[in-house]
C-alpha cells in the first residue's frame, strides 16, 4: 500500500485550470481518469487525511503511485479528453457501465445499390439507417415481417441475392410477395430505393401518411367494385397497425427525446434508457456498473451520457434528454452535447405530466433491473471467489491469483508452431489481453523448448518494462527488441505480471516455465501446469501432482483457462496453416498486392505462362511498371516451379492451364494449385 504523501506534487507545481488528470499504480498501469474545472482544487482533495477520505478513494491513491495531469481550454474539452482516456486505458477504479448484451438494431442499409433490411448489432457503419436498440433479436423480426406487406424491401444477403440473379429465380419471399425481387428485376433499383426510404420513415414515426394513403386508396378501389385489391389494402392497414401497436404511444406531442433513470446502492448502480421517437418508444437499453469511486447521481448520469452519446453524431442525439438529476456544472455537458448533435439539446429533469410519469416507468426498470442483476451475480461472485480460495490454498499461495495468465502450444505435426497467452482477472476473461505468439528461436516440434521460449519472451518484455520506468534496476541488460512500442498506461500490455502462470500439460512444461522465469531473476510468481489426460496439477520440482476434487470450483476454473488457451492457440495455428497453404511465388514480390496479383493472372491465365513472359508483356498488365515488371520477373524466376499436380485417379500430369479446373485442387488468388484440404491421416493430430 502506497502512501499519496510519497507521490504529491510540489506546492505549486498544480496550476490552477481546467484539465484532466491520471493516477496510475507502480506498474504504470493507469487506474483512474477524472476531470475538473481547476486541477490544483480538485487534486488537492486526494492527499488530505486518509480517514477523511471516502473509502474507495482511500482505496485508489493507496493504489496510485504517481499521479499527472493535461492542461485543456475549456470544460468541454475536459469532458471530451476524459471520455476517450477512459475508452483507452480502461482504468479499474472509474465507472464503467458493463453492458450485458450487444443490442440489436433493425438496420436499413442505405449505402447498397438495393438497400437491405436486417439485423445488426456493434459498432454503426456509415450510410446506415439504425432504428432502435430492442430488447431482442426477435421483436425486429417479428415487426419487420409485419411491414414487409406494405414495403416489400430485400432482406436476403449478398449470396442468395448474387445466386438468385444468376439463376434468374427469387428467393421464396419473392413468390409469395414480401420482395419486391430486385435480384430478377421485378422492380427498377431507383423504385427499390424509394421503397427502402419509405419503410425507413415509417420506422422513424411518420405512419399517419402512409396510413392515410392506404385507407384512401382501398375506398377508391371499393367504388371501383375491385373488392380484391381492396382486401388487400385492408390487410396491409392492419399490419401496419398492428407493428404500430408493438410501439406505444407515450408522449402525445411526438417528442424525440431519451430518458435515463438510475437506481443505485452503496457498491452497484443500474442505469436504464427508453429512446422514445415520434412519441413512441422506439428502444431500450440498461447497463449496471460497480460503484468503485465515490461518485454521486449527478456522476452517475453524466457518465452515463459520455457512454451513451460519446460516439454519437447528428440526429442519434436527441433534441431532448431527460435525466433524474442534472450534472455539475450542468454548461459544459450542454454544451459537449450540442456539439455531438450540431444543434440545441435540452438536458433537464421532468417536473410533471406525461414525461413525469414516463421516468417513473424508467425508474422502475432501474430497480428491476438492479436486483435482477444483484440475484444473478451473487452466487456468480460466491463461485469465482471459492474458486480462486480454493487455488491459493491447493498450490500454497500467498493470496488468491487475482490475474492468472495460462499459455498453450499449437502446431501440426511440428509445422506452424504457435503459442496462446490468455488471460484471467478476478476469474473473468480478459479478452482484450490474450496475446500470441510465434516459435521462431528454432523448427520442428518440441513442445518443452516452445514453452520455455514463449515465457522467456513474455516476461523479458514485463522486465524491459520495470527496468524502463525505473522500478527495476538490476540484473542483465535486456535489449531494445524485448520493449514495448505503445505508450505508457495503456492497459494492453505485458508491463502487467500476473500472479500465477499455468500451463497446458505436464511435468516437462512447468518445469520449462519454471525454468524461463528462474533464469530471468522472478520468484514472485507461481507456476503450475494442468495435464489433459488426468486433470492432475503439477507444480514444479515436485513428483507427485497435486489432485483437485472432481467437484472442486478450482480444478474447474483451471479448466476453463487451459480451455481457452487451447481455444486461442488452435485457432491462430489454422489460420497461419491456411495462410501458408494460399500463398504462392507471388506474394515473394515487394509491394505487390492482392488486386495486382489477381490482374496478373487473370492477363496470363497462369502463373507458368507469366514465368515465361518477358518484361515488356508484363508492362501490358494495367498498374504495372517496367520496375515491377522486373521485379515480378526476379522473384518468379529465382522462385522453383511448383511440383505438378497429379490426377490421382488416372497418374495423369495436369498442366497448369487446366489445374483450375480438376476437382481435386483449387487455384489461390496467386494462381498456384493448393490442397483442397487436409489429408484424412492428418486430421486428428492437430494440436
Known amino acids: 500500500m502506497a502512501d499519496p504523501s510519497s507521490y504529491r506534487p510540489k506546492p505549486g507545481e498544480i496550476p490552477d485550470t481546467p484539465g484532466v488528470y491520471r493516477f496510475r499504480d507502480e506498474h504504470r498501469r493507469v487506474i483512474y481518469v477524472g476531470k475538473a474545472k481547476s486541477l490544483r482544487q480538485r487534486l488537492a482533495n486526494y492527499f488530505q487525511d486518509l480517514a477523511n477520505l471516502h473509502p474507495r478513494t482511500r482505496s485508489m491513491v493507496t493504489t496510485a503511485a504517481s499521479v499527472e495531469w493535461t492542461v485543456v481550454s475549456t470544460e468541454v474539452e475536459a469532458l471530451q479528453l476524459e471520455y476517450s482516456w477512459i475508452k483507452e486505458f480502461d482504468p479499474r477504479f472509474n465507472v464503467k457501465y458493463r453492458d450485458d448484451k450487444s443490442y440489436p438494431y433493425l438496420a436499413v442499409t442505405m449505402n447498397e445499390q438495393y438497400p437491405r433490411v436486417q439485423v445488426m448489432r456493434g459498432h454503426k457503419k456509415k450510410g446506415v439507417r439504425y432504428f432502435g436498440p430492442y430488447a431482442h433479436a426477435w421483436a425486429i423480426r417479428d415487426t419487420v415481417d409485419l411491414l414487409l406487406r406494405v414495403f416489400p424491401v430485400r432482406t436476403c444477403s449478398a449470396g442468395v441475392f448474387k445466386n438468385a440473379a444468376r439463376t434468374g429465380r427469387p428467393c421464396l419471399l419473392g413468390y409469395i410477395g414480401k420482395c419486391s425481387a430486385p435480384c430478377v428485376e421485378r422492380i427498377s433499383e431507383e423504385d427499390h430505393w424509394e421503397l427502402a426510404e419509405e419503410f425507413s420513415d415509417f420506422m422513424a414515426g411518420r405512419t399517419g401518411t402512409y396510413i392515410r394513403r392506404l385507407e384512401r386508396q382501398m375506398a377508391e378501389a ?148 438492479l436486483v435482477l442483476h444483484k440475484t444473478k451475480r451473487a452466487s456468480d461472485l460466491t463461485t469465482r471467489s471459492r474458486a480462486l480460495e480454493e487455488i491459493a490454498d491447493a498450490l500454497e499461495l500467498d493470496g488468491a491469483p487475482l490475474r492468472i495468465e495460462c499459455y498453450d502450444i499449437s502446431h501440426l505435426q511440428g509445422e506452424d508452431v504457435v503459442a496462446s497467452m490468455v488471460v484471467f482477472e478476478d476469474g473473468l476473461a480478459r479478452k482484450g489481453e490474450y496475446r500470441r505468439f510465434q516459435i521462431k528461436g528454432f523448427e520442428g516440434q518440441d513442445d518443452v523448448r516452445s514453452m520455455h521460449e514463449v515465457i522467456t519472451r513474455r516476461f523479458k518484455r514485463y522486465l524491459a518494462e520495470k527496468e524502463r520506468t525505473g522500478e527495476w534496476a538490476d540484473g542483465e541488460e535486456l535489449d531494445a527488441e524485448g520493449r514495448l512500442k505503445d505508450e505508457d498506461g495503456r492497459p494492453k500490455r505485458f508491463a502487467y505480471p500476473p500472479q500465477l502462470v499455468v500451463v497446458d500439460g505436464g511435468q516437462p512444461q512447468v518445469a520449462a516455465a519454471r525454468r524461463a522465469l528462474d533464469e530471468l531473476g522472478i520468484d514472485d510468481i507461481a507456476v503450475c501446469g494442468l495435464a489433459k489426460r488426468l486433470e492432475e496439477v503439477w507444480v514444479p520440482g515436485e513428483d507427485d501432482p497435486v489432485v483437485l476434487p472432481r467437484t472442486s470450483e478450482g480444478l474447474y476454473l483451471l479448466q476453463r483457462v487451459r480451455d481457452e488457451a487451447h481455444r486461442f492457440a488452435i485457432t491462430y495455428q489454422r489460420t497461419k496453416r491456411a495462410k501458408r497453404i494460399r500463398s504462392g511465388p507471388l506474394d515473394d514480390v515487394p509491394g505487390l498486392g492482392e488486386t495486382r496479383k489477381q490482374a496478373l493472372i487473370k492477363h496470363f491465365g497462369s502463373v507458368k505462362r507469366l514465368r515465361s513472359a518477358t518484361i515488356e508483356q508484363i508492362c501490358e498488365v494495367p498498374g504495372i511498371g517496367r520496375k515491377t515488371a522486373e521485379t515480378i520477373a526476379v522473384a518468379l524466376a529465382r522462385s522453383a516451379p511448383a511440383a505438378p499436380a497429379v490426377n490421382t485417379a488416372t497418374g495423369e500430369i495436369i498442366d497448369d492451364d487446366e489445374e483450375s479446373a480438376e476437382s481435386g485442387t483449387t487455384a489461390d488468388s496467386s494462381g498456384e494449385p493448393v490442397s483442397a484440404g487436409l489429408p484424412d491421416e492428418r486430421r486428428g493430430q492437430e494440436r
Open 222 to 369: 371499393a367504388e371501383d367494385m375491385e373488392y380484391e385489391k381492396a382486401a388487400r389494402l385492408r390487410d396491409d392497414i392492419g399490419a401496419l397497425k398492428k407493428a404500430m401497436e408493438k410501439n406505444a404511444v407515450v408522449l402525445a406531442d411526438a417528442t424525440d427525446a431519451d430518458l435515463i433513470a438510475v437506481a443505485e446502492d452503496e457498491l452497484e448502480a443500474a442505469v436504464q434508457i427508453f429512446h422514445v421517437r415520434g412519441g413512441r418508444v422506439r428502444g431500450q437499453r440498461g447497463w449496471v456498473t460497480d460503484r468503485v469511486e465515490a461518485v454521486t447521481t449527478a456522476g452517475l448520469v453524466e457518465h452515463a451520457l459520455q457512454q451513451l452519446y460519446g460516439e454519437e453524431t447528428g440526429d442519434s442525439v436527441p433534441k431532448e434528454v431527460l435525466v433524474p438529476a442534472l450534472p455539475d456544472p450542468l454548461e459544459p455537458v450542454q454544451e459537449w452535447l450540442t456539439g455531438r448533435r450540431g444543434a440545441g439539446v435540452s438536458l433537464r429533469i421532468p417536473q410533471r405530466g406525461d414525461k413525469r410519469a414516463l421516468m417513473e416507468t424508467v425508474q422502475r426498470n432501474a430497480q428491476q433491473s
